[in-house]
């Protein structure tokens, strides 16, 4: 059993900054990977970025240079640190958690709406 719960999503201003974060909990035992997808209204879900056991990171192309993805081990918890924040940036973010040899797990998805 392994839960994912997101929080940090809201309203922010376009060139704004904002930080997810999204904790894991309940039977986590090795993380293969803990990365960050999202989905706008009538389009598919796209991978933004993720960081694998190792420690390295991948992102998107449409935001390098401006989001930063982390992980607190300890805390089971994953973050997305994102500046310089685009009205295109807006949709709702999802964490996922892929575990050895237990497959993927999502969070219930938080909002991220960027706007004047």
């Known amino acids: 059993q392994v839960q994912l719960v997101e929080s940090g999503g809201g309203f922010v201003q376009p060139g704004g900054s904002l930080t997810l974060s999204c904790a894991a909990s309940g039977s986590i035992s090795g993380i293969r990977a803990m990365g960050w997808y999202r989905q706008a209204p009538g389009k598919q879900r796209e991978l933004v970025a993720v960081?694998?056991?190792?420690?390295?990171?991948n992102y998107a192309d449409s935001v390098k240079g401006r989001f930063t993805i982390s992980r607190d081990n300890a805390k089971n918890t994953v973050y997305l640190q994102m500046n310089s924040l685009r009205a295109e940036d807006t949709a709702v973010y999802y964490c996922n958690i892929a575990l050895w040899y237990m497959g993927d797990y999502w969070g219930q998805g938080t909002q991220v709406t960027v706007s004047s």
């Open positions: 960081i694998v056991s190792s420690g390295g990171r």
